[in-house]
T-cell receptor, first 115, second 107 residues
Framework: GAVVSQHPSWVICKSGTSVKIECRSL??????MFWYRQFPKQSLMLMAT?????????EQGVEKDKFLINHASLTLSTLTVTSAHPEDSSFYIC???????????FGPGTRLTVT | RKEVEQDPGPFNVPEGATVAFNCTYS??????FFWYRQDCRKEPKLLMS???SGNEDGRFTAQLNRASQYISLLIRDSKLSDSATYLC????????FGAGTTVTVRA
């Protein structure tokens, strides 16, 4: 099956710093990648959709200047949390798809803790 | 009203029991539904799609009730390994996740 990796799997950073999370599709070309966030005991919330070579489309309420998404190749998308605050602590999960509205394959997630 | 709502549980059942739970969705025009399984601190994994006529995959049965806008999941002959959180997902050109129903199967 399709494999998606994320790096790092967990990260602890200080308030005010920036953190970059990578999402890679290992055995297929992902035209579309999605970034989700999940707080404890809550549902996954879609943050943004990115198509390779295009600007990401952000969901309502997600600050694009705070959560920078780059999808420069068909196998890599990055999410940078800028000037992180403790309330940004969450489980960030990416998914990848060969095209929008096709099956999404999820990465293992990145647990971010901001102190 | 949330797009997708689930009973959070937990449902605590003995091995071998049958457990069933529902999920309601708000968009009557939704066409595509799924059940995902999520283990603690892990990513969600697709369990099964839900078809209009209802469908089975081994011990798992999914049903769709469009009139009442809910889908259901039934697990027969529960195994310890079925312990997980089950996420109801509706695809309206983006995936909308429920918060999950936690199932714990005890020996």
């Amino acid at each position: 099956g399709a494999v998606v990796s994320q790096h790092p799997s967990w990260v602890i950073c200080k308030s005010g710093t920036s953190v970059k999370i990578e999402c890679r599709s290992l055995d297929f070309q992902a035209t579309t990648m999605f970034w989700y966030r999940q707080f404890p005991k809550q549902s996954l919330m879609l943050m943004a959709t990115s198509n390779e070579g295009s600007k990401a489309t952000y969901e309502q309420g997600v600050e694009k200047d705070k959560f920078l998404i780059n999808h420069a190749s068909l196998t890599l998308s990055t999410l940078t949390v800028t000037s992180a605050h403790p309330e940004d602590s969450s489980f960030y999960i990416c998914s990848a798809s060969v095209a929008e509205n096709y099956e999404q394959y999820f990465g293992p997630g990145t647990r971010l803790t901001v102190t | 009203r949330k797009e997708v709502e689930q009973d959070p549980g937990p449902f605590n059942v003995p091995e071998g029991a049958t457990v069933a739970f529902n999920c309601t969705y708000s968009n009557s025009a939704s066409q595509s539904f799924f059940w995902y399984r999520q283990d603690c601190r892990k990513e969600p994994k697709l369990l099964m799609s839900v078809y209009s006529s209802g469908n089975e995959d081994g011990r798992f049965t999914a049903q769709l009730n469009r009139a009442s806008q809910y889908i259901s999941l039934l697990i027969r002959d529960s195994k310890l390994s079925d312990s997980a959180t089950y996420l109801c997902v509706v695809n309206d050109y983006k995936l909308s996740f429920g918060a999950g129903t936690t199932v714990t199967v005890r020996a």
